[in-house]
């Protein structure tokens, strides 16, 4: 260990000003994804059909919205901060600058068309 | 590397010199799984969702291709590739805990993150293909 302070340590925080954060939400997103990734299979393979009525009708109620929304948010969080070490390793200067860019468009603009399809279905406009 | 003493101690693995071991294969699998559904999954899972949210019409066209030889092949692709990830990110979970670095039991873990993906497919599209008629 450095010459840091007892409290610095703690706080995990070095010269990045970012410690084990990225590391920590890795995991607690994966707790996530293991949870909402296995309630979504189950519930598409116990759905009778798969046609768009069907679909439509499971994802109108609340106990199906609102796992679905958590879900885009726990996948696509927890995606960004895996490719994000991807990036690191592999990509060098301006090429992972353009990268980290992409990435982050990539997810915002997916997760909100996901979060805004979710949302028109659950209150009844499709 | 030029100059360096020439010594019985053991050299730190090499770059090109490694053997192929059950548990680097997992760990590369993990990778490039979690990155194959970042950029391929995720794209398919936001077309059936903006598909069910626009209509009948672009529903359609999500099903037939969905439906499709092709579609059930990257299904069942992606399924296992989401099983592989989930396996051996629950065997990383546990790692994390300090447990499973004893090698034998860590070698086992390894493999069985394999045997766990291909098992938990091929009975999620047994269920698949006798319930939904496709
Ligand atoms: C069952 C659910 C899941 C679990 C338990 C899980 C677990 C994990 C864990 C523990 C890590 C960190 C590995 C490390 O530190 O080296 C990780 C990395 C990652 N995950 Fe997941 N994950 C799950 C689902 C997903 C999904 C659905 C996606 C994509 C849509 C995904 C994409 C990634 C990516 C891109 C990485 C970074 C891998 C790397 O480059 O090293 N994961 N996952
Ligand atoms: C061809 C050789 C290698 C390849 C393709 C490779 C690939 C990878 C990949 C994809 C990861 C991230 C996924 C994960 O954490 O599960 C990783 C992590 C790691 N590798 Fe390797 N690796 C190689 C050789 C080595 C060698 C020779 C060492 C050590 C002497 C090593 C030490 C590590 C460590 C400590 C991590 C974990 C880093 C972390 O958790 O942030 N690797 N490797």
């Known amino acids: ?126 | 590397m030029a100059g360096r003493p020439i010594s019985p101690r053991p050299l730190s693995p090499h770059m090109t010199i490694w053997k192929w071991r059950v548990h680097a294969v997992v760990s590369m699998t993990h990778r490039i799984t979690g990155n194959a559904m970042a950029m391929g999954a995720v794209v398919l899972f936001l077309w059936w969702l903006i598909a069910a949210a626009t209509g009948p019409e672009a529903y359609a066209l999500f099903l037939s291709v969905a439906t499709g030889w092709f579609g059930i092949l990257v299904g069942i692709g992606f399924t296992w590739v989401f099983y592989q990830h989930m396996a051996s990110g629950i065997r990383h979970l546990v790692m994390d805990t300090g447990q499973n670095f004893d090698l034998a039991a860590n070698r086992a873990s390894a493999f069985t993150t394999f045997i766990a993906s291909v098992v938990l497919t091929v009975a999620t599209w047994a269920i698949i293909f006798t319930t939904k008629g496709f």
């Open chain 1, 1 to 126: 260990m450095g010459a840091g302070t007892e409290l610095g340590r703690v706080r995990g925080l070095g010269s990045a000003k970012d410690g084990v954060h990225h590391w920590w939400l890795q995991r607690v997103t994966a707790v996530g994804n293991l949870v909402l990734m296995l309630w979504l299979i189950f519930s598409l393979v116990r759905l009778p059909s798969l046609d768009h009525a069907s679909v439509v009708l499971w994802l109108r109620q609340p106990v199906a919205a609102v796992p679905m929304l958590l879900l885009i948010v726990s996948v696509f969080w927890h995606f960004r901060l895996g490719v994000q070490v991807l990036l690191e390793d592999y990509s060098h200067g301006a090429a992972r600058v353009i990268g980290m860019l992409a990435l982050n468009f990539y997810v915002l603009a997916g997760a909100a068309a996901g979060v805004f399809a979710v949302l028109k279905i659950a209150l009844g406009a499709a």
